[in-house]
Nanobody, 127 residues
Framework: QVQVVEAGGGSAPSGGSLRLSCTTS????????MGWLRQVPGKRREGVAA???????SYRDSVKGRFTISQDNAENTIYLQMNSLQPEDTAMYYC?????????????????????WGQGTQVTVSS
C-alpha cells in the first residue's frame, strides 16, 4: 500500500526557517518523481519544488534560493528546507509522488503530474 506522510509544519516568523519531511512507504521514493506543493484556501494548489528520478530538481520562481528539496534514499524520505520564510509562504504543504512511467515528461510543478498524496502539513509565517 502506497503511503505518503508529511511532517514538520508549524509556525515561524518572517525570515525564519522550517524543514518539512515526507516519508514514503509501499514504494521506493528514489524511483518516483517527488514533489512539494502548497495550497491556500480559495486558490489552486501550486508546485513549490520537485525532484525527478534522475535527481534533477525544479522550483517555482518565488522560492528559488530560499527553499531546497533533498532526498534520503536510504530512509525513503524527502525534505523541503525552507529558509527566509515570508508571510506569502503560508499554506498547507503537500508531498506528492508519481511513478517514473508517468512523470518522465511531466511538469513536476503541476498537481496533475502526481498520483499519490499526503494529508498535508500547515506552514504559517507571521510578519
Amino acid at each position: 500500500q502506497v503511503q505518503v506522510v508529511e511532517a514538520g509544519g508549524g509556525s515561524a516568523p518572517s525570515g525564519g526557517s522550517l524543514r518539512l519531511s515526507c516519508t514514503t512507504s509501499g514504494f521506493t521514493s528514489s524511483t518516483y518523481c517527488m514533489g512539494w506543493l502548497r495550497q491556500v484556501p480559495g486558490k489552486r494548489r501550486e508546485g513549490v519544488a520537485a525532484v525527478d528520478i534522475d535527481g534533477n530538481t525544479s522550483y517555482r520562481d518565488s522560492v528559488k534560493g530560499r527553499f531546497t528539496i533533498s532526498q534520503d534514499n536510504a530512509e525513503n524520505t524527502i525534505y523541503l528546507q525552507m529558509n527566509s520564510l515570508q508571510p506569502e509562504d503560508t499554506a498547507m504543504y503537500y508531498c506528492a509522488a508519481a511513478r517514473s512511467s508517468s512523470c518522465q515528461y511531466a511538469d513536476l510543478l503541476s498537481r496533475s503530474a502526481y498520483t499519490y498524496w499526503g494529508q498535508g502539513t500547515q506552514v504559517t509565517v507571521s510578519s
